[in-house]
């Protein structure tokens, strides 16, 4: 019989980083990862501190932006690479009105770290009224985190990969078949619909879709934005993307989403390319922005870490810290991001 001090359910961010806040502190742990791909996996990676659609900021964005580089340089410590990809965003402008909103809001205290004064006119994309830096701005190669991730412990023998059976959970006396724990934290995206503990609780599935595309010309080295994000993988692999659908609940391609996706291209690169992938997923949304943490009324060992949304990156390597706290520390969570709020 074996024994662990955690069991982590999922292998998407939440999961992941919180496997990292574990192993800095010296607890024992298994993660479960079943076959589903999640939106983290083909997520952006981009962690960005403004909503550019109102050139406004959001809760604790300074805080999550100050803990990235930290949480990233513990990461390389054992990975013996640092994913952090040092391209700012570069905001296209559609028209005059938003270029004096930026402007504006570049004078607000809360925004004046992150949004660039001048203006730019990037040169491999059209962008006639020029484009605005969001400073600080960055992303992280999702690809090869998750790759080295799931290498790394699965190597270290951390890493079950099947799905997890919650008909094997002995609450009584702690054990998962023949494997005793002291806590079991949910990190299933999605997939919580399906937890008969947490199903209650009110995941909303955001169907995303992003496109691979190859292109051969250069590309500004920026996180260019204008409906959605294009910048540079590798080997003239580029990633566009991503769509937002609260309504298709199936796992297949949407034509009609794949059309949004190349004509939001086309609207500012005129240039040729070819469509490599299209890969699709769902992001776990929650209707209040709010990522979920915290522990099941009844049952006091069983957890949930959920709800990350499109900030998958800035949410859950900041929010993993804030839940090992609580877990370990008993320091009490927020009442915004308390399971509780549901209950």
Not at 149 to 174: H, P, Q, R, V
Not at 234 to 249: A, E, H, K, L, P
Request: proline content about 3%; glycine content about 6%.
């Amino acid at each position: 019989m074996g024994q662990v001090d955690y069991i982590i359910v999922g292998g998407g961010f939440a999961g992941f980083f919180l496997a990292h806040q574990l192993q800095k502190n010296n607890k024992s742990f298994l993660i479960f990862n079943g076959e589903q791909i999640s939106g983290s996996h083909i997520s952006a990676g981009v962690c960005n501190p403004v909503i550019l659609k109102r050139f406004s900021t959001f809760w604790k964005s300074k805080e999550q932006m100050d803990y990235l580089e930290t949480i990233f340089s513990e990461i390389e410590s054992y990975t013996g690479k640092n994913y952090i990809i040092h391209e700012p965003v570069a905001r296209i402008f559609h028209d005059e009105a938003e270029k004096k909103q930026w402007l504006k809001n570049s004078n607000k205290e809360d925004l004046k770290p992150f949004l660039e004064k001048d203006f730019i006119t990037l040169k491999s994309v059209e962008n006639p009224l020029e484009s605005g830096i969001v400073k600080n701005s960055c992303r992280i190669d999702v690809e090869n985190f998750f790759r080295d991730m799931f290498s790394y412990f699965d190597t270290k023998g951390l890493l079950i990969k099947g799905s997890f059976d919650y008909n094997s959970i002995d609450l009584e006396n702690s054990m998962y078949n023949d494997l005793k724990f002291q806590n079991i934290v949910f990190c299933e995206g999605i997939h919580t619909k399906d937890n008969p503990y947490f199903s209650l609780v009110p995941v909303l599935p955001n169907k995303g879709h992003c496109l691979e595309v190859k292109i051969d010309s250069n590309i500004d080295p920026y996180i260019i934005k204008k409906k959605h994000f294009l910048f540079a993988l590798s080997d003239n692999r580029f990633y566009y993307g991503g769509t937002y659908d609260r309504f298709d609940q199936s796992e297949d391609i949407n034509p009609e989403f794949v059309e949004e996706l190349e004509t939001g291209l086309q609207a500012f690169y005129k240039k040729d390319y070819s469509i490599s992938k299209v890969k699709t997923a769902f992001r776990a949304t929650v209707d209040d922005r709010r990522p979920i943490l915290g522990t099941h009324p009844k049952f006091k060992n069983l957890h949930i870490f959920n709800g990350l949304g499109a900030r998958g990156v800035l949410n859950g390597t900041y929010f993993s810290k804030v839940m090992f706290d609580y877990l370990e520390s008993e320091i009490k969570l927020d009442a915004e991001i308390d399971v509780k709020r549901f209950y």
